[in-house]
């Protein structure tokens, strides 16, 4: 199984950036995607999660209204729609899998996407 983040990057503050996460070797839609990301020194958060087909969406308090998670059952892949960024959105960011149903105990991470933002 294989996650594999993209969009990172070096951005001022107020700009966007969509991070996409790629899956393979997975039933993708046997699994809830979601977000999480890691600054330096703290813990890892959860921001966004998507469920399986998409119908339910959760944000942490600190993105909601700024941040859009979709995915795309077909292509394997789940995104992150980051707008008016912060300085405190600074993170690497982390795609995670979690299996559901006979997939239940199977938890997958990605390698993570360094996002910086400049203020």
């Known amino acids: 199984v294989q996650l594999v983040e993209s969009g990172g990057g070096l951005v001022q503050a107020g700009d966007s950036l969509r991070l996409s996460c790629a899956a393979s070797?997975?039933?993708?839609?046997?699994?809830?995607m979601a977000w999480f990301r890691q600054a330096p020194g703290m813990e890892r958060d959860q921001v966004a999660f998507?469920?399986?087909?998409?119908?339910?969406?959760y944000y942490g308090d600190s993105v909601k209204g700024r941040f859009t998670v979709s995915r795309d059952n077909a292509k394997k892949t789940v995104s992150l729609q980051m707008n008016s960024l912060k300085a405190d959105d600074t993170a690497v960011y982390y795609c995670?899998?979690?299996?559901?149903?006979?997939?239940?105990?199977?938890?997958?991470w990605g390698q993570g996407t360094q996002v910086t933002v400049s203020s």
């Open positions: 995670n899998a979690r299996g559901i149903g006979i997939f239940k105990n199977r938890d997958y």
């Open positions: 070797g997975l039933t993708f839609s046997s699994y809830n």
């Open positions: 998507i469920s399986r087909t998409g119908g339910t969406t």
